[in-house]
Each structure stands twice: as structure tokens, then as C-alpha cells.
């Protein structure tokens, strides 16, 4: 029997680790490869290995919109997100399901993250916020090694692996479209914790998650470049957007002093390495504020 179960896979260059992966996913309704990459030998892989499994080029539009896309096309009311360089333990969709059956003011529930078989220290994040919803805390990063002993709410977590109820996630909108990678997670779970749901991780739920490792090895130049320059405006428009006014343009000019300090003293001391993250932050600023008009051009929220 089917599970009445979505999931959904957004991948970029995934290499062969997605493998793992779809070997570990049990019998539901539909599983959709949503390929940022457009990878022509990861579509005939899985047309050869796996007939039941849909694969659909959506050309590189990033997580937010690609998060959105699945929300249109699913025709179940729970959906199942998760990176290719994931893997499900045993039952752990089927737990997640009864979960977000069980707690009814939950719109998002999420199991337990692993890493080379350790709990962790990255399996949610800090958001805290005051009486009027407003953030109060600047870290989003939360460390914690301790396994829970049992299913617990949370502030925020990542977009590693999340069951949603699909009606409660399009009450909000879904995920805001700026942002192509980093931080839209962190956004997500903020709006729905402002919609008065909760976000849940299960401790009967489990995954092993590989941690950079959902792209092919011989990308990895090019993908840690995307990563700094999207984490980069990434975290200006989340400021931009969801903190005071005060706060974020005390955040940005502090930053662009660091930026080209930074680059400066890089230069003198021949760092090439750093000479090139610190240009890649500055164009990131550049085209937050230049080429996006505050962020405002792509924003769909």
C-alpha cells in the first residue's frame, strides 16, 4: 500500500550520492527530482533505474522558487522535502506522518539530523522572538550534542528534511522567491511560527545527512563561490526584510568596512584565496542594493 505521501528532491549537480537516497525512500504517492542543474546523465539515470520516480529540469532558479514549484504540483496534503545527500532511517517518513497527524497545531514536523552517525549540532537553530513577533536574537546558529528523549517544538530549523501540511504552508504564501539559497529555511520557519504553527522535531524520525555533499565532487570550486555569495545577500535581505531599520543598515555598513579591510590587508599579504570571498561579499552587496533595488526585484512575498 502507498504511503499518502509527496517528496520531493531539489538538486544541482547532485553527483552520485543522490543514489543513497532514493534507495532508502519507501512506496508513496509520488517522488519528483526537481534538477536545478538540468543534468542530462542524472535524467537518463533515473528514467534507466527509476521508472516510478519523476524527473523534471526546472533550469537553476534556486531553493525558494523551487520549494514553491513543488507546493503547486503535489496532489497529497503532506509533503516530504529533503537534499540528496540525505538518508532515511528506517520508518522515518511513516513516524513523521503520524506526528503532524498527532500534533495538530503543527504545520511543519522534522526528524532528527545526523551526521556520520552523531547527533547533529546543526538539527535546528535559535530564532528567538518577543511578545510582538519580532526577532530578538542576532545568532541563528544553536549547539547542542545531547540526543533528545523526545519530540520537542523548535524556533527554526533547515531545509535538510521536513514533512509539511501543504494546506497550512499555502495559507502563508510558501517560501519567499528571493532567496536562491541560505537562509530561506530560517524566513520559512519565522512566517510560520508568526502564523501561530509550530514546528516540530521527532525523535523517532531519523536521517544521515552527508553535510556539502548533495554536489559532484568536481564542482566543488565553483559551488563554494555560489555559496558565499548567496549566503552573502541571502543574510542582507533576511535583515533587510524581517529586522529594524536601525539594525540593518548598522548590520551592512559595519559589514562593508569589514569586507574591504579585509580585502585589503588580503591583498598585501598575497592571500589569493581571500582576496576572492572578500570580492565575491562586496559583489553580493553590490547587487543587493545595486542590481535588486534592495532586494525587492525577485521578492514574491
Not at 544553536?142 to 501543504?166: H, M, Q, R, W
Not at 525523535?203 to 553535510?211: L, Q
Request: include cysteine; aromatic fraction near 14%.
Amino acid at each position: 500500500m502507498k504511503i499518502n505521501c509527496t517528496v520531493v528532491i531539489p538538486t544541482y549537480y547532485t553527483g552520485d550520492v543522490i543514489y543513497n537516497l532514493l534507495d532508502t525512500i519507501p512506496n508513496v504517492t509520488d517522488i519528483f527530482i526537481l534538477d536545478n542543474s538540468n543534468d542530462e546523465k542524472l535524467r537518463e539515470n533515473i528514467k534507466k533505474k527509476y521508472q516510478h520516480i519523476h524527473y523534471l529540469g526546472i533550469g537553476d532558479v534556486g531553493l525558494g522558487k523551487t520549494f514553491n514549484k513543488a507546493l503547486s504540483m503535489v496532489n497529497t496534503n503532506l509533503l516530504f522535502i529533503t537534499q540528496p545527500d540525505v538518508v532515511l532511517k528506517k520508518n522515518c517518513i511513516e513516524n513523521l506522518i503520524y506526528a503532524i497527524k498527532k500534533y495538530k497545531s503543527s504545520a511543519i514536523v522534522s526528524p532528527l539530523f545526523f551526521e556520520n552517525n552523531k547527533y547533529s549540532q546543526y538539527d535546528h537553530y535559535t530564532l528567538k522572538l518577543n511578545s510582538k513577533k519580532e526577532i530578538v536574537n542576532t545568532n541563528t546558529t544553536y549547539k547542542n550534542y545531547t540526543i533528545p528523549s523526545g519530540d520537542f517544538c523548535v524556533e527554526a530549523i533547515n531545509s535538510t528534511a521536513f514533512l509539511i501540511d501543504v494546506s497550512k504552508v499555502k495559507e502563508i504564501g510558501g517560501w519567499d522567491e528571493y532567496y536562491y539559497t541560505y537562509l530561506e529555511d530560517i524566513d520559512f520557519s519565522y512566517r510560520i511560527r508568526c502564523a501561530n504553527y509550530e514546528i516540530i522535531k521527532i525523535k523517532d524520525a531519523k536521517i544521515d545527512h552527508i553535510g556539502f555533499g548533495s554536489h559532484d565532487k568536481e564542482k566543488s570550486h565553483k559551488m563554494n563561490e555560489k555559496r558565499i555569495f548567496n549566503f552573502t545577500k541571502s543574510s542582507i535581505y533576511f535583515d533587510f526584510k524581517n529586522r529594524s531599520k536601525l539594525f540593518f543598515f548598522k548590520k551592512v555598513v559595519i559589514n562593508i568596512i569589514k569586507y574591504f579591510l579585509k580585502l585589503l590587508i588580503n591583498v598585501v599579504l598575497l592571500r589569493k584565496k581571500k582576496v576572492n570571498e572578500n570580492l565575491i561579499k562586496i559583489k553580493a552587496n553590490y547587487y543587493f542594493f545595486v542590481k535588486d533595488k534592495l532586494g525587492i526585484t525577485n521578492n514574491q512575498i
